[in-house]
């Protein structure tokens, strides 16, 4: 099946003629059109416009054109503005807007001659963990648990849609936004590869802002090969993004030949709780034992901060949110609500627009800006961020990469982790560190619970050194030997 090709050898299968670029993206067309009326994993397919590209793909390759990505279908978040391809970010109140602009990341994936099969389905403004947030419904995850195939479980947030779609294979790969966890979460709910670069590797310009200092573009993919071919087009300096680095790309895809030999892999000793799972314990000592088979050495490491991490975190990204989201006033962008007056205008369609999470994020936002508690919540959140920071600085003096589980669980069902805000927000814990620090980090899948659904591992790397990351990915890939499928998926 065209479908289950990996990135790798669907570049070498276009370029030895074994299939058109055309035969790629209708097979993904086709798959879309079977599993997302379930999935519910696209908001938006742009048939028309992925034929075209994959026409053109087709003639590149005729041409004996060898860029990174001729010909590959993807699905693109629906928080990258794609120029005249309607980008919602999840939310009503941004349902009539059609991007006169085409984001950075995904300008540098075109250019790379990739295919885009529509915008995939993400929580409002990116705001969750389940895509229960978003406006245009819920995501359905592809897996299912083995005891119960009847429920309906989430495939993590908020990059829920390109999570599953790439898992049902009806995309190879796919982009995402990293705030707080959300490449990562969704990678480890779905089987996948997701990585979330250091903070300036890829552009923010065009992505739909949620958490400025926080967010992150990155990549989804079913290999580490294939997100480090990903991340290599989507990355790379862009004047138009004042904080993105001015540093070359490096070759990712050779550094998952590096192996680890020699490495030395931080196990920080804040992330093991007392009330952490078994399953997610022993998944964690047996990529110890990997690793460590691999020839790297394991050295006990602390992060003493880790545990105001998340407090930290639910501070600064609802702030930065309440501030990017003003902008949302019915004047200049999407939805418009009938007012008596200016004032009134602004309030109905906000009101109208935004759905209850975000909500919720924009009044916590104000009320940790405002100027009775700025020095309160906002000022000292950011000092603990300094401090977290720190923690990986020292660590980073001693190892080269970090080991530790993605996410506390594997999927929850639909509804579940829904009546409390906090539950929800605990899912971020291992996540959040990496976010606050800029630091690169990737979500490997490494095993399956007692249910049979997938578990990541995740690798946390110093800034700018994303080519350690994918050395150590690419090991636990090989040990973990990770061949488990969905149950929904393309030809399944
Ligand atoms: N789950 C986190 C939140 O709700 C992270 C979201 C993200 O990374 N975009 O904020």
Same mark, same amino acid.
């Given at each position: 099946?065209?479908?289950?090709?990996?990135?790798?050898?669907?570049?070498?299968?276009?370029?030895?003629?074994?299939? @058109?670029?055309?035969?790629?993206?209708?097979?993904?067309?086709?798959?879309?059109?079977?599993?997302?009326?379930?999935?519910?994993?696209?908001?938006?397919? @742009?048939?028309?416009?992925?034929?075209?590209?994959?026409?053109?793909?087709?003639?590149?390759?005729?041409?004996?054109? &060898?860029?990174?990505?001729?010909?590959?279908?993807?699905?693109?978040?629906?928080?990258?503005?794609?120029?005249?391809?309607?980008?919602?970010?999840?939310?009503?109140?941004?349902?009539?807007?059609?991007?006169?602009?085409?984001?950075?990341?995904?300008?540098?994936?075109?250019?790379?001659?990739?295919?885009?099969?529509?915008?995939?389905?993400?929580?409002?403004?990116?705001?969750? @963990?389940?895509?229960?947030?978003?406006?245009?419904?819920?995501?359905?995850?592809?897996?299912?648990?083995?005891?119960?195939?009847?429920?309906?479980?989430?495939?993590?947030?908020?990059?829920?849609?390109?999570?599953?779609?790439?898992?049902?294979?009806?995309?190879?790969?796919?982009?995402?936004?990293?705030?707080?966890?959300?490449?990562?979460?969704?990678?480890?709910?779905?089987?996948?590869?997701?990585?979330?670069?250091?903070?300036?590797?890829?552009?923010?310009?065009?992505?739909?802002?949620?958490? @400025?200092?926080?967010?992150? $573009?990155?990549?989804?993919?079913?290999?580490? &090969?294939?997100?480090?071919?990903?991340?290599?087009?989507?990355?790379?300096?862009?004047?138009?993004?004042?904080?993105?680095?001015?540093?070359?790309?490096?070759?990712?895809?050779?550094?998952?030949?590096?192996?680890?030999?020699?490495?030395?892999?931080?196990?920080?000793?804040?992330?093991?709780?007392?009330?952490?799972?078994?399953?997610?314990?022993?998944?964690? &000592?047996?990529?110890?034992?990997?690793?460590?088979?691999?020839?790297?050495?394991?050295?006990?490491?602390?992060?003493?901060?880790?545990?105001?991490?998340?407090?930290?975190? *639910?501070?600064?990204?609802?702030?930065?949110?309440?501030?990017?989201?003003?902008?949302?006033?019915?004047?200049?962008?999407?939805?418009?609500?009938?007012?008596?007056?200016?004032?009134?205008?602004?309030?109905?369609?906000?009101?109208?627009?935004?759905?209850?999470?975000?909500?919720?994020?924009?009044?916590?936002?104000?009320?940790?800006?405002?100027?009775?508690?700025?020095?309160?919540?906002?000022?000292?959140?950011?000092?603990?961020?300094?401090?977290?920071?720190?923690? =990986?600085?020292?660590?980073?003096?001693?190892?080269?990469?970090?080991?530790?589980?993605?996410?506390?669980?594997?999927?929850?069902?639909?509804?579940? +982790?829904?009546?409390?805000?906090?539950?929800? *927000?605990? +899912?971020?814990?291992?996540?959040?560190?990496?976010?606050?620090?800029?630091?690169?980090?990737?979500?490997?899948?490494?095993?399956?619970?007692?249910?049979?659904? $997938?578990?990541?591992?995740?690798?946390?790397?110093?800034? =700018?050194?994303?080519?350690?990351?994918?050395?150590?990915?690419?090991?636990?890939?090989?040990?973990?030997? =990770?061949?488990?499928?969905?149950?929904?998926?393309?030809?399944?």
């Amino acid at each position: 099946m065209l479908t289950d090709l990996t990135i790798a050898a669907a570049r070498d299968g276009l370029r030895a003629k074994e299939f @058109s670029a055309v035969d790629l993206t209708m097979a993904h067309l086709h798959a879309i059109e079977a599993l997302n009326p379930r999935l519910n994993a696209f908001i938006t397919v @742009s048939h028309a416009r992925a034929v075209d590209q994959a026409r053109a793909a087709d003639v590149a390759l005729a041409a004996g054109e &060898q860029r990174a990505l001729t010909g590959i279908p993807l699905a693109i978040k629906d928080l990258f503005c794609t120029e005249g391809v309607r980008t919602t970010a999840g939310s009503k109140i941004l349902a009539p807007f059609v991007p006169p602009y085409e984001s950075t990341v995904t300008a540098n994936l075109l250019r790379d001659g990739a295919v885009f099969l529509g915008k995939a389905n993400l929580d409002e403004f990116a705001m969750g @963990s389940s895509n229960m947030t978003s406006a245009y419904g819920p995501v359905e995850n592809p897996w299912k648990r083995r005891q119960d195939d009847t429920a309906v479980l989430v495939p993590g947030g908020s990059s829920g849609g390109s999570a599953a779609a790439v898992s049902a294979r009806l995309a190879m790969g796919a982009t995402g936004t990293d705030t707080g966890g959300s490449i990562r979460q969704p990678a480890s709910f779905c089987g996948l590869v997701g990585v979330k670069p250091t903070y300036g590797r890829c552009s923010r310009w065009g992505v739909v802002a949620f958490a @400025s200092s926080l967010d992150h $573009p990155g990549p989804f993919a079913r290999t580490v &090969q294939d997100s480090a071919i990903l991340l290599g087009s989507m990355a790379g300096h862009d004047p138009k993004d004042s904080t993105s680095a001015a540093l070359a790309v490096p070759d990712f895809e050779a550094a998952c030949r590096r192996g680890v030999k020699g490495l030395r892999i931080g196990i920080p000793r804040e992330y093991r709780s007392d009330g952490m799972p078994v399953e997610i314990d022993a998944l964690w &000592q047996q990529g110890i034992g990997w690793l460590r088979a691999a020839g790297a050495e394991i050295v006990d490491v602390s992060l003493p901060h880790t545990r105001y991490g998340l407090a930290t975190y *639910y501070i600064v990204a609802p702030a930065e949110a309440s501030s990017n989201l003003a902008r949302y006033d019915g004047v200049r962008f999407g939805a418009r609500e009938k007012g008596l007056d200016l004032r009134d205008l602004y309030e109905r369609t906000r009101a109208e627009g935004f759905g209850a999470e975000v909500r919720r994020r924009i009044l916590i936002g104000t009320y940790v800006l405002s100027a009775g508690y700025y020095d309160a919540y906002y000022l000292r959140a950011q000092k603990i961020r300094a401090l977290i920071l720190k923690d =990986f600085t020292d660590a980073f003096g001693k190892v080269d990469a970090l080991l530790a589980p993605t996410a506390p669980s594997a999927a929850f069902a639909q509804g579940e +982790n829904m009546d409390d805000p906090i539950q929800m *927000y605990l +899912n971020d814990l291992f996540t959040v560190p990496a976010n606050l620090a800029g630091v690169p980090a990737a979500s490997v899948p490494a095993g399956l619970d007692a249910n049979g659904l $997938p578990l990541g591992l995740q690798v946390i790397g110093k800034p =700018f050194d994303e080519e350690t990351v994918f050395a150590v990915s690419a090991a636990i890939e090989q040990a973990a030997s =990770f061949t488990a499928l969905p149950s929904l998926r393309a030809g399944g």
